[in-house]
């Protein structure tokens, strides 16, 4: 899949988002996801490649479905 083909992709239908698309998609502050993901670094919907940090989309959701206060 070339670059553009991938940014074409839908967000719902991605594997993992960007902070910045994950900010978009659930309506969360980008500097309140940062912060989640500095508390727990080792959080189940996370991964971090080098110094980016991707959000796994259906665990993401997963964890917002699960807790009532973030």
């Known amino acids: 899949m070339k670059k553009d083909q991938w ?3 839908p967000l719902s239908q991605r594997f993992t988002l960007t902070l910045r698309e994950a900010s978009q998609y ?3 502050g980008e ?3 940062r912060r989640m993901a500095a508390e727990d670094p080792g959080a189940g919907f ?3 490649n080098g110094r980016k940090v991707l959000i ?3 665990e993401f959701e997963q ?3 699960q807790t009532s206060c973030i």
Do not use: N, S, Y
């Open 56 to 58: 796994i989309r259906e």
């Open 26 to 28: 659930f309506h969360i």
């Open 63 to 65: 964890f917002l479905r």
């Open 7 to 9: 940014q074409e992709l």
């Open 46 to 48: 996370l991964i971090h």
């Open 31 to 33: 500097k309140k996801l």
